[in-house]
């Protein structure tokens, strides 16, 4: 059974940083990666990362954010620097089974709150 388990999130000042990270286990994973929800917001794509290191971001955190992930021990760190208010939101984790028929499971979420 794949289980994810995320930490790192919390509150920090604006301009601060933050190191998200989820390790999985259960199986092997093509693709991991880290999506945002706000309040009142659809749930948004922020880096994702393959097996190979070929990595993804979103416009809005290109050159604040850096995915990274250590296949040996299956866990995706996201580096989250000059945090702004509107980073605000429940970090989830992703990780794909499959590249065929691929198959998606979520980690339960981290808050992370950027006061400004």
């Known amino acids: 059974q794949v289980q994810l388990v995320e930490s790192g999130g919390g509150l920090v000042q604006a301009g601060g940083s933050l190191r998200l990270s989820c390790a999985a286990s259960?199986?092997?994973?093509?693709?991991m990666g880290w999506y945002r929800q706000a309040p009142g917001k659809q749930r948004e794509l922020v880096a994702t990362i393959s097996s190979g290191g070929m990595t993804n971001y979103a416009d809005s955190v290109k050159g604040r954010f850096t995915i990274s992930r250590d296949n040996a021990k299956n866990t995706v760190y996201l580096q989250m620097n000059s945090l702004k208010a509107e980073d605000t939101a429940v970090y989830l984790c992703n990780a794909v089974v499959g590249y065929l028929v691929p198959r998606q499971h979520w980690g339960q979420g981290t808050q992370v709150t950027v006061s400004s």
């Open positions: 259960g199986s092997t994973f093509s693709s």
